[in-house]
């Protein structure tokens, strides 16, 4: 195969999945994934949608990036890697106002300390928009309701095919009203918001359902109690094939906007990881609120305090999408296609909290290529395994420290420290490439 250095020009087609036509006029930018995101190349889509670019002679990934209406689009395929030369782009027409949503899942997971409680809620939003476009608002896109006394650690989501990246909850209008930042792409986003509040043994909770959802789901250790207002509300997942002995799960179907949904939790404990063995309780999948957000300087900590246990819907998903399905009133189960992977970090290399600016629509660089794992990996042997992993995860640093750069969120000085130990790592990996 060729490399860039070989290669005449990086060529590729951007089409408008609104209209099904040829993109023309669209301003794409070529981007080294070795230089910081920086810009190399723009170049305007022609009347059949093609673009081409002079390629570049260095031996590093790139990335290709349309931005259209004020948002982002980038190949499903992911970066181009040294000897791809094409890149098929698709976009939407943005709105702000769209047809065709719906939640399919709420999961709300908490556990406690002893001295608060730390909840982390995950939601899955369908667009199935007709024609597809996207919904895209800076004053926010999806309205989610916390605890009155929650304080966000953190906020991230993941569009369809892409990967998390950090985004904003910003106030609304009411107490415990949150509105997201992220842009509703055609498909499935999932967002997943990360808090704490105050804790003495047991509390309660009062869910405010905004839209119907297919599943609402509720998640503690063993080790805490739960019980609802109404008893028939919710059921428990008991099946020990599907359902994990240490977690509580409670799962409610089909409900709709202004039910009681009300329940009461008691007692401390906290999720285990997976590598740990044994019914006792852990302290290292306790999150502990903003200040281990802060402190957490492991690379790829991920976005605000890190959690050691699962996604919330690792190994629940088939579960809910299958016993549950059978008692759903209007028939039809959620799919969800990716599950039981972990979410990549995306925290920037410089150890501060990422958070994406709510006006920055056309700064959004979000990755689009799927998880990488050991199953979709390429074969060629261990070490260009690694290195793929490495190159992944490398990817995702750069795009999150642009992001903050561009955005003032860290300073001159931490920004060039960052870059230059990422720009290292990634050819020491490139240059194990070409070795192995």
Do not use: C, W
């Not at 359902?243 to 202004?258: C, E, F, I, L, W």
């Amino acid at each position: 195969m060729g490399t860039f250095a070989s290669a005449q020009n990086i060529t590729g087609t951007v089409t408008n999945g609104t209209t099904g036509k040829p993109a023309a006029g669209e301003e794409v930018t070529l981007l080294s994934l070795s230089q910081g995101m920086q810009e190399i190349g723009n170049a305007k889509t022609d009347a059949q949608g093609h673009f081409s670019f002079p390629a570049p002679k260095d031996q590093a990934p790139h990335m290709v990036r349309v931005t259209h209406q004020g948002v982002g689009y980038f190949p499903q395929s992911g970066p181009l890697m040294p000897g791809t030369t094409t890149a098929e782009l698709t976009i939407y027409d943005s709105a702000k106002e769209i047809d065709g949503l719906s939640q399919t899942v709420e999961v709300d997971r908490l556990q406690s300390d002893g001295k608060q409680l730390q909840g982390t809620n995950l939601f899955a939003v369908s667009n199935k928009s007709e024609p597809p476009r996207t919904l895209a608002d800076e004053k926010g896109t999806f309205e989610i309701v916390l605890p009155d006394a929650a304080e966000i650690d953190s906020a991230e989501a993941e569009g369809p095919g892409g990967q998390p990246i950090a985004t904003q909850a910003l106030p609304g209008s009411q107490k415990g009203h949150f509105m997201l930042t992220y842009p509703l792409r055609p498909g499935e986003t999932e967002f997943q918001v990360a808090y704490h509040l105050p804790y003495s043994g047991e509390a309660s909770f009062s869910p405010k359902v905004l839209r119907d959802v297919q599943h609402f789901v509720v998640m503690l250790p063993k080790g805490m109690n739960f019980s609802a207002k109404d008893a028939h509300a919710f059921q428990a997942m008991t099946d020990p094939q599907m359902a994990d002995p240490r977690t509580t799960v409670m799962v409610a179907t089909g409900v709709k906007p202004g039910e009681d949904l009300s329940y009461r939790i008691s007692g401390s404990a906290v999720f285990q990881a997976d590598n740990q063995q044994g019914g006792g309780e852990s302290s290292g999948g306790m999150g502990g609120g903003s200040q281990a957000a802060a402190n957490d300087n492991r690379p790829g900590g991920g976005l605000g305090a890190p959690i050691d246990a699962p996604d919330p819907l690792h190994s629940y998903r088939a579960y809910i999408l299958g016993a549950f399905a059978l008692v759903l009133v209007m028939g039809g189960a959620y799919i969800v296609s990716r599950s039981n992977r972990p979410h990549p970090a995306a925290v920037p290399a410089s150890g501060g909290k990422a958070t994406v600016d709510s006006g920055a629509f056309a700064d959004f660089v979000e990755p689009s290529a799927p998880v990488m794992t050991p199953a979709s990996m390429p074969s060629a042997g261990g070490v260009r395994d690694r290195n793929a992993l490495l190159l992944e995860a490398m990817k995702e640093e750069l795009f999150q420290l642009e992001i903050d750069r561009q955005q003032g969120k860290i300073s001159p000085d931490e920004y060039t420290t960052a870059k230059a130990a990422l720009d290292e790592t990634i050819k020491r990996a490139l240059a194990r490439g070409k070795s192995a």
